[in-house]
Structure formats: structure tokens, C-alpha cells
């Protein structure tokens, strides 16, 4: 990169967030669309090109005279590291900050082994893929990373995770930031799942709820196109909401009648399992329903009615206009989206539903990754972080 004498330009990072789209403009463009003075303008867009972050992006037409000069974002600049991780696997992504994928790899990895052997691991494969995408390491300018627990927001630490033993209030992003030297940003999985659910097939839907059914249940918020993560970043914790009608099923959280105790692709596998079927895991569920087996497909349509008794309160409470199952349970077909929109459109007020649209994700196994990624490009071109970049 050409070093250019930088100059703190006040104004320049939000100026910028109308070049994200992509859209080559001019200056007169810029300064009719913000009504500043076409040198206010001049001064901002030399900024950003030194930065490197916006680059001349040719000529518009002309009526006459020498064409203007257009400029655009140039998302190839630099790239952000997307990493999710399981329970039991791993996937990372390197990409531009568009998110376009440049190089990604999947990879079987125990979140049990701990917050160190599971992070070193992260480093080295970040570091491959990063060469794989042809990148260098300087090139690396932020890291998203969604753990599968809970995770305190403000900190990016995890908070009592029940399935990831040694992780309670690990030094995620300390750890990560050393080695990467970018700033790390951690957040759940259903998260970043609804984030990159969102961004990659729903970008002009503003108000989505994303219900993960997996080993549990969980939903990502997106409200007036932002992910809404609550006081400490436990908002949408579906899972232990409890179901009326349910009060005897123990949960694992310790209470009894959790939705997640009832209608998880887990608590699925174990009630086919207890009638004789050979379910362990949610997997063996959506094979089973694949191969036609009517108890099979009950036993999921039951689930979606028990998700949808809980759906409906949130849709009274948040009135999403897309909601996005997502999650292995998902995978069996429509019979847990049937289950789910039979109750909500009975339960929920007409105004709420008259618009609702209740589907099954599109991004499939990417959209953490994904998510992953959006997340530490937003952290990144954000009006504040361009200004830093920009007077540094
Ligand atoms: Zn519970």
C-alpha cells in the first residue's frame, strides 16, 4: 500500500457508509446526495482513497466537457477471518469485505478440549487459509467468531456455556487479537447464523426472526435491519421459554417444560428413540422423515405446533414480517414449518400475519460463516473505525 500523509477529515467515515452499496458515484453525485459543498467532498473522498478503502472507479458519461471521475468502495482492500464453531466442528472463511468467499475450509473439532487447544487450532488454520486465499496475515483486519453457548457481549466472553466445558469466561477475542493483531468480535451461533441468514438471502427484509432448531433452540432478532442482542446478549434464548401443557418434561437447564426439552431435534430423536425408533441425534430424525416414515414426520409436525405456540407470542411481541427456521431439525422437509405456521397464524392477531411469511433457511451450513464474516465487517467499516483508520 502507498503510505499518504493522513489527515484526520471529520466526516469521512460516514460519507463512506454510503459508498458501501458498491455503487460508483461522483463527486457532484456525493455532494447532491449529502448536500455538502462539492470541497468538503473533494477533501473526504482523498481521504478514503489514501486509506485505500474507496478507489476511482472510471468516468461517468459525459454531455459534453471531460467526464467526471466515479469512485467505490473497493471491498478487495483488505479481508476479515469468519469463524463458526460447533459443538463438534469447525468452519472458517477468509473473505473480502463484501463478504465474498476467497478460501474456506470445514473442519471435525471438539469444542470440549478446551479454550486453548481449540483456539491455537483456529490461529494455525486461519493463518493456511489466509495463504490459501493469497493473503497475507498484515491483510487481516478483523475476526468474527461464533461459539455455540452463551456469550457476553460487551466482553465477547462466554458465559456458563453448558456444552463447551473450560470456556466460561475465556478470553476470546485476548487471545484470538494477539495473534491475529485485528480486533476480534464473538458472538452466539444462532446469531450469527440469523446475521448471515440475513445478509446473504433476506437484505431488504428489516424485521426477521431466525429460529435455530438444532440439540437446541434458539432465535436471532433482527429488528429495522439491526441484530438486536438484548442488555447482555441473551435476547432471543427461546429455547428455555416454557411451553404451557409441558410441565412434567424435566430440561437440562434444570427447569421443567422448556420448549427445548419438547420440541428440539434432540428431544425429537429421544421420544422416536424411547418408541422403539433408532434416533440418537437429530440427524438420524431427518433421515428417518426422508425415507417416509409417517411417525417420524408426526413426531416433527408435533414440534413445529409446540415452536409455534412459543412463535406466536413472539410475533405478537416483535411483529418480524420473515421468520427463518433454520437448524438440523429444518432439514426434514416442510413438516416442521407446517407445524409451526399452523399455530402462529391461529394464535397471532390478523395485522401481524397478514404479511408473515414462515420459511425454511437458505444459506444452509454457510450462513454462520457468513454471519461470521458480516460481523467483523460492519465492526470494521464502521463510521468510527474508518475515522481511526483514516487518522492513524
Ligand atoms: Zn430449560
Not at 466442528?89 to 473439532?109: I, Q
Not at 421459554?241 to 434432540?266: F, I, K, M, T, W
Not at 427456521?325 to 429444518?330: K, M, N, P, Q, S
Not at 416442510?334 to 391461529?346: N, Q, T, W
Request: aromatic content about 2%; overall charge negative.
Amino acid at each position: 500500500m502507498v503510505e499518504v500523509a493522513k489527515v484526520r477529515t471529520p466526516g469521512s467515515g460516514a460519507l463512506f457508509q454510503l459508498l458501501r452499496d458498491g455503487r460508483p458515484r461522483t463527486r457532484a453525485d456525493l455532494a447532491a446526495e449529502t448536500g455538502q459543498a462539492r470541497s468538503t467532498i473533494a477533501g473526504r473522498i482523498d481521504a478514503l482513497i489514501a486509506s485505500g478503502l474507496v478507489a476511482p472507479a472510471g468516468e461517468a458519461s459525459s454531455t459534453g466537457g471531460r467526464p467526471p471521475t466515479t469512485f467505490a468502495f473497493d471491498p478487495a482492500f483488505r479481508v476479515v477471518l469468519g469463524v463458526d464453531l460447533g459443538a463438534t466442528h469447525a468452519r472458517l472463511a477468509v473473505t473480502d469485505l463484501s463478504s465474498r468467499v476467497l478460501a474456506t475450509l470445514g473442519a471435525p473439532l471438539s469444542i470440549a478440549d478446551g479454550p486453548h487447544a481449540v483456539l491455537d487450532w483456529v490461529v494455525e488454520a486461519g493463518l493456511k487459509l489466509l495463504h490459501d486465499a493469497g493473503r497475507e496475515p498484515a491483510e487481516l483486519v478483523g475476526v468474527g467468531v461464533g461459539l455455540p453457548g452463551p456469550v457476553e457481549h460487551r466482553t465477547g466472553h462466554p458465559n456458563n456455556p453448558p456444552i463447551m466445558p473450560g470456556w466460561d469466561d475465556a478470553d476470546v477475542p485476548g487471545l484470538l487479537g494477539s495473534r491475529f493483531s485485528a480486533p476480534v468480535l464473538v458472538d452466539n451461533d444462532v446469531n450469527i447464523m440469523a446475521l448471515g441468514e440475513h445478509r446473504a438471502a433476506w437484505p431488504d427484509v428489516r424485521d426477521l426472526l431466525f429460529v435455530k432448531v438444532g440439540t437446541g433452540i434458539g432465535a436471532g432478532i433482527i429488528a429495522d435491519g439491526l441484530l438486536m442482542r438484548g442488555a447482555q446478549g441473551a435476547a432471543g434464548d427461546l429455547g428455555h421459554v416454557a411451553l404451557p401443557g409441558a410441565e412434567d418434561v424435566p430440561c437440562r437447564c434444570g427447569n421443567l417444560g422448556c420448549l427445548e426439552a419438547v420440541a428440539s431435534a434432540q428431544a425429537v430423536a429421544d421420544h422416536l428413540r424411547a418408541a422403539g425408533a433408532r434416533t440418537r441425534h437429530g440427524a438420524d430424525v431427518v433421515e428417518l422423515v426422508r425415507a417416509g416414515d409417517v411417525s417420524a414426520a408426526q413426531a416433527v409436525r408435533q414440534a413445529g405446533r409446540d415452536i409455534g405456540a412459543v412463535l406466536a407470542a413472539c410475533v405478537s411481541l416483535l411483529n418480524p414480517s420473515t421468520i427463518v427456521i433454520g437448524g438440523v431439525l429444518a432439514e426434514a422437509g416442510e413438516h416442521l414449518v407446517a407445524g409451526i405456521r399452523e399455530v402462529v397464524y391461529r394464535r397471532s392477531l390478523p395485522l401481524a400475519t397478514q404479511y408473515l411469511r414462515i420459511v425454511t433457511a437458505r444459506t444452509g451450513a454457510e450462513a454462520a460463516v457468513l454471519g461470521a464474516s458480516a460481523m467483523a465487517i460492519d465492526d470494521v467499516l464502521s463510521p468510527a473505525a474508518v475515522e481511526a483508520r483514516l487518522g492513524a
